[in-house]
């Protein structure tokens, strides 16, 4: 910097001393023109000129910052830089589905009511973006630069409006966290929830939609003052007695580099200076964002949750749940967050999800007639009255075994997605095991005279027995009969059908409807299909073990860790093998197959009877129905029970087998008797196996004596487990 010394030395910055004598003895300089240059290393000049010369210094360059003034909606020009524009973001919630939001309740304790007391967490996900005025101006000024403005101290407060015991309304607040993500996207966090706030809020997402976050931040900005700062023109200072030239008759030098300091930069020495037009301040910034009912959709209903010390997070079903927690009502509810599965999966229709057994309930696309090893399971018992003396008279008993009719490997699939799903991945898949009596199952025919659905003995089929029975001398029975075959036979869409009504269980009350289907077009495989692996050819040998052909439309190699589906049609006649390729890596290796029978077309009445297994009995004999119902016995400590019912007057019966557990409470059997003992008596022994959870005791086995005519249904309790127990 410059220095001034005694004597009226003056020293320049980066030049020598210069004395006194030196000063006087300089020539006058000379006059300069518009293009004079002036050499600063040689120019020597008196302190009063230098002090009396008028500078202009130009002031820095201000920061880059938005203007407040020049703000149109979301956009606002630069101090500096005429190319530069800033524009404030907008935040939106996340698109759907939101992986980030969760309603997580804990059963703490209790209030002083004795109610549940709750503290929750809600978390959830917002995006940033360009807000459209400013991709309008982007478009219109495609050589314009532009910046989002940066948001200091980002603050989220999410408030529920409720309206208290005197009709006032009022509002909740719950102070939340902001994470930064890094991709454009926050995490709100809001915690802790307490007491009835819990149950408010979830209800104003799920029912009232009143919810809304509330954001607020700052962010810098230019904004423009008032008054102008002016500074007075410096005075000559004089050191000693030598008296410098006139200034009058100093010629102004050309402009020279500033020794000003920086703190006075923003001055003009001398005349009047402009104001300082603007001053960097603090602007506030708020956005308020609705929640509305976006959290009512279907993709989040697995998210909202609730827990104790003692049970792990299960679903929330509704805000009674949260009001009786763990007090009664069905676990079960559909299950939405996976979208339309049959649009996936075809022969599946919808999915009901259990809160507490963590189970999926598969509900398939139609029920349909077993097949297996040995054929269809359908048979048809012809009563015949030889002995009417006006006229054969006749009474049919069809029966058949119904099973979902569930692609093995769509259902494998499924499974395979439930177990890729954060939500649901400890969750088991399984079919429906009961029926529910109201609504009754039915079937939709003019032929039938009456029709009865009952669980059968395999494990997730049922029973359907069909009755038709002379209604008058005009409609025979084995006209509607024949008519029914055609419709179990049909390829032109005259289909028996019908729906079963199926339980989820005792306190689920909504309708579960699946569609019944009695066709032999549409079956429900089994034990029919039997793979083995030859490992010298490198192949699979497909086996078609029933005494029916089978179309494969497709198959799969499942393996633990993917499912590999080969389409291609595949005919294998009965008792038939076909072969496909033998992966190199077949560890673990299992094989699913879809397919239907081959059916004769169309389909002749001699054909029939390899479908429809067919007998007959004289009317002197007649069907009866025996049963044994297990509801009373304790399968809480009993695994299963095997029965076999013998009667002894009736060597020609074939003993009956039965068997019965928690999934399976009763069981009944179709037998033929002489009329005399359906209207008189027939007794019989039923000898019971009973088979303990405790598998370290031994079977218990013993006999029960009971008049089925009495009462059809034997009932076993658990007394008379416990009397025949050995003490």
């Not at 793979?531 to 393996?559: C, F, H, W």
Request: glycine share 6%.
């Amino acid at each position: 910097m410059n220095q001034f010394l005694t004597g009226n030395t003056v020293r320049l910055a980066g030049a020598v001393t210069i004395p006194p004598a030196r000063v006087a003895a300089a020539p006058a300089a000379p006059a300069l023109g518009a293009a004079a240059r002036v050499d600063l290393s040689k120019l020597v000049l008196n302190r009063d000129v230098l002090v009396a010369t008028q500078v202009t210094v130009a002031p820095p360059q201000p920061p880059s910052l938005p203007m407040l003034s020049t703000r149109t909606g979301s956009l606002f020009a630069d101090r500096n830089d005429a190319n530069l524009h800033w524009y404030l973001a907008d935040y939106a919630l996340a698109d759907d589905v939101d992986a980030g939001f969760a309603f997580a309740a804990k059963q703490s304790g209790q209030d002083a009511q004795g109610n549940p007391f709750y503290t929750a967490q809600i978390s959830l996900t917002l995006r940033k973006s360009r807000p459209g005025d400013a991709n309008d101006f982007a478009k219109a000024n495609p050589s314009a630069h532009l910046e989002e403005i940066p948001l200091a101290d980002l603050s989220a407060t999410l408030v529920s409006a409720y309206t208290d015991d005197s009709g006032q309304a009022k509002q909740r607040n719950v102070t939340g966290t902001v994470k930064d993500n890094g991709d454009g996207s926050l995490t709100l966090s809001f915690a802790p929830i307490l007491g009835s706030s819990v149950l408010g809020l979830y209800q104003d997402l799920t029912v009232f939609g009143k919810a809304q976050i509330q954001l607020a931040a700052s962010y810098a900005a230019w904004s423009r003052v008032g008054a102008p700062v002016f500074l007075p023109r410096f005075l000559p200072v004089r050191t000693g007695p030598a008296s410098p030239e006139p200034l009058a008759a100093v010629a102004a030098p050309a402009p020279l580099r500033s020794f000003v300091p920086v703190a006075v930069q923003n001055f003009r020495f001398g005349g009047v200076a402009p104001p300082v037009s603007f001053v960097q301040t603090r602007q506030t910034w708020q956005a308020q964002i609705a929640l509305g009912l976006k959290y009512r959709q279907d993709g989040y209903q697995l998210k909202f949750t609730v827990s104790t010390d003692a049970i792990p997070n299960r679903v929330i079903r509704d805000a009674d749940d949260l009001r009786e927690f763990d007090s009664g009502g069905s676990e079960y509810r559909e299950l939405k967050a996976l979208g339309d599965i049959s649009q996936r999966y075809p022969s599946l229709r919808r999915a009901y999800v259990g809160s507490f057994s963590h189970t999926i309930v598969v509900v398939p696309a139609r029920y349909s007639i077993v097949r297996g090893r040995s054929g269809c399971a359908a048979q048809c018992l012809a009563l015949v009255d030889s002995a009417a003396s006006n006229g054969s008279k006749c009474k049919f008993e069809f029966d058949f075994t119904v099973a979902p009719e569930v692609s093995r490997i769509e259902f494998l699939q499924f499974a395979q997605e439930i177990s890729q799903n954060a939500d649901l991945k400890d969750f088991k898949l399984k079919l429906p095991e009961f029926l529910q009596d109201t609504p009754a199952s039915t079937l939709q025919t003019a032929f039938q005279s009456t029709s009865q659905f009952t669980a059968a003995a395999e494990a997730n089929s049922f029973a359907v027995s069909v009755s038709v029975a002379d209604a008058s001398a005009q409609t025979p029975a084995v006209a509607n009969a024949n008519l029914l075959i055609a419709q179990l036979c049909s390829t032109n869409g005259t289909t028996l059908v019908g729906s079963l009504s199926l339980k989820l269980d005792d306190a689920y009350t909504e309708p579960v409807l699946a569609p019944l289907v009695l066709n032999f077009k549409y079956t429900a495989g089994a034990d029919e299909l039997v793979p083995s692996i030859d490992e010298a050819a490198a192949q699979i040998k497909l086996t078609n073990e029933m005494p029916l052909g089978l179309q494969l439309s497709r198959y799969a190699l499942v393996s633990p860790s993917a499912i590999a589906v080969v389409p291609g049609a595949i005919a294998l006649a009965a008792g038939a093998t076909a072969t496909i390729p033998l992966p190199a890596d077949h560890a673990n290796l299992a094989i699913a197959a879809d397919g239907q029978l081959i059916l004769p077309t169309p389909m002749a009445k001699a054909d029939v009877a390899r479908f429809l297994d067919f007998q007959t009995a004289d009317v002197q004999e007649t069907q009866y129905v025996v049963a044994i119902d297990a509801s009373g016995v304790n399968f809480a400590n009993v695994l299963s029970v095997s029965a076999s019912m013998t009667f002894a007057s009736l060597p020609g019966v074939a003993p009956q087998t039965l068997a019965l557990s928690k999934n399976l409470l009763s069981d009944s059997r179709h037998i033929v008797i002489p009329l005399e003992n359906a209207v008189f008596t027939l007794p019989g022994t039923v000898q019971l196996t009973i088979a303990f959870v405790d598998a370290a005791r031994a079977l218990l086995q013993f006999s029960v004596q009971h008049d089925f005519t009495e009462a059809p249904v034997l009932l076993l309790l658990q007394s008379d487990i416990d009397k025949n127990t050995p003490q």
